[in-house]
């Protein structure tokens, strides 16, 4: 099911049904009124060889609720282009037209392809609603980068019909290779109790960890996912095992670590821990306050000690000497891969939605990771990890 929304990118979606019907797929179109201001349902009839549904209210050819047999009909259901409207009503739960009322009441995995002005693509409250979707569930295809309808340079055109067709075949293509195989998943940050209200901690939202064990649930592992403080929906199927500090984090993967096949370490652990913990908040003064740090135990180091058959992925997110570093930790840390990002750019940085960086092996070959959504970031590192394991 491909919804198609009204922005000037609804042209390219006539290419993106060509290729999905020459793939084999069976293709239904639901286009919102705005999109029919851009494009004819001529269009997408011709294409698909189905009847084009542009109306909640339209008397249905058979007898049956229509947006409730679309749903059920639907394997995957594709927005593109995804316009800033459409994603907040589903965001708000609004369901007032046929593409919305569909989405709401479908169980198939729907996908999401934005493309609008760069600005708007940015606005907070569109970022939120983006956010939210991909808490929830619902998986994105990033924009491209480029010049826009408009003129303005930025991101925000809708990403290549091509590369759509390659995403859905991909979600399609996952199956369940990590069936039988037990994936041990860190994620987000730590905290480092200061006095009863302040601690230490770092910007991680956990992202990209809840990504990595919603993609190893999808492909049939048993995910034990040892989570710092986030405000995320852990994925479903997961164990969740919810921790504070380091060494909390740090007891927890040691228990866990006999069992399990592979170990993904996505969390941002505190490196220090305040040497004294005050039972009381400590109250200002006119003096300065210095507070005596000590090292927390190194996770990832004493897992690369330990490990027999596990396979070992490590992060490293980096401001500077990113090759260098991300190379040295792989060969300190005993790792079977790392993956490595500068969190200085916005687009790559923790509390972001995309991610991009590089992927290392033990030989140190390197494969370059462009930018993309940190669940299709997930699927790169699973397919890597599966490699190994073959």
Do not use: C, H, W
């Given at each position: 099911m491909l919804g198609v929304c009204g922005g000037i990118a609804a042209y390219k979606c006539a290419d993106l049904v060509?290729?999905?019907?020459?793939?084999?797929?069976?293709?239904?179109?639901?286009?919102?009124?705005?999109?029919?201001?851009?494009?004819?349902?001529?269009t997408f009839q011709t294409l698909s060889n189905n009847r084009v549904i542009t109306d909640l209210f339209a008397e249905p050819q058979n007898w049956e609720v229509e947006h409730i047999s679309l749903a059920q009909w639907a394997d995957c259901l594709v927005i593109a282009p995804a316009t800033a409207n459409v994603i907040g009503k589903l965001a708000a739960g609004i369901a007032d037209d046929m593409l919305t009322t569909v989405v709401a009441a479908t169980k198939a995995k729907v996908?999401?392809?934005?493309?609008?002005?760069?600005?708007?693509?940015?606005?907070?409250?569109?970022?939120?609603?983006?956010?939210?979707?991909?808490?929830?569930?619902?998986?994105?295809?990033?924009p491209a980068e480029g010049r826009l309808a408009c003129g303005d340079e930025g991101l925000g055109r809708l990403e290549e019909p091509g590369n759509i067709v390659e995403?859905?075949?991909?979600?399609?293509?996952k199956g369940e290779d990590l069936k039988g195989k037990t994936v041990l998943v860190t994620a987000g940050p730590t905290r480092e109790i200061i006095d009863p209200v302040r601690f230490i901690t770092n910007g991680s939202s956990g992202k990209m960890g809840y990504a990595v064990a919603e993609?190893?649930?999808?492909?049939?592992?048993?995910?034990?996912?040892?989570?710092?403080?986030?405000?995320?929906?852990?994925?479903?199927?997961?164990?969740?095992?919810?921790?504070?500090?380091?060494r909390e984090m740090y007891e927890k993967v040691m228990e866990y670590f006999p069992l399990c096949d592979i170990v993904i370490k996505a969390a941002a652990v505190s490196d220090y821990r305040p040497v004294n913990v005050s039972s009381q908040k400590i109250k200002k003064t006119h003096d300065n306050l210095e507070i005596k740090l000590e090292r927390n135990p190194d996770i990832l180091y004493e897992l690369g000690k330990l490990k027999t058959k596990q396979i070992l992925v490590g992060f490293a997110a980096e401001s500077t000497n990113i090759f260098e570093y991300a190379k040295e930790k792989l060969g300190?840390?005993?790792?079977?891969?790392?993956?490595?990002n500068d969190i200085t750019r916005d687009?790559?940085?923790?509390?972001?939605?995309?991610n991009a960086g590089f992927i290392m092996d033990r030989d140190f070959s390197m494969e370059n990771i462009p930018k993309m959504s940190k669940h299709q970031m997930a699927d790169v590192i699973l397919e890597k990890v599966k490699q190994l394991i073959k």
């Open positions: 060509s290729r999905l019907v020459k793939e084999g797929a069976k293709v239904k179109v639901v286009m919102t009124k705005s999109a029919q201001e851009f494009i004819t349902p001529l996908i999401i392809a934005p493309a609008m002005n760069t600005n708007m693509y940015n606005n907070r409250i569109v970022r939120k609603n983006i956010d939210y979707l991909i808490d929830m569930g619902y998986l994105f295809i990033s995403f859905i075949k991909r979600v399609f293509d993609a190893a649930v999808e492909q049939g592992a048993k995910v034990i996912l040892v989570s710092g403080p986030t405000t995320l929906t852990p994925p479903q199927g997961v164990e969740l095992v919810k921790v504070t500090s380091a300190k840390k005993n790792l079977d891969l790392i993956v490595a687009e790559t940085g923790f509390s972001s939605d995309t």
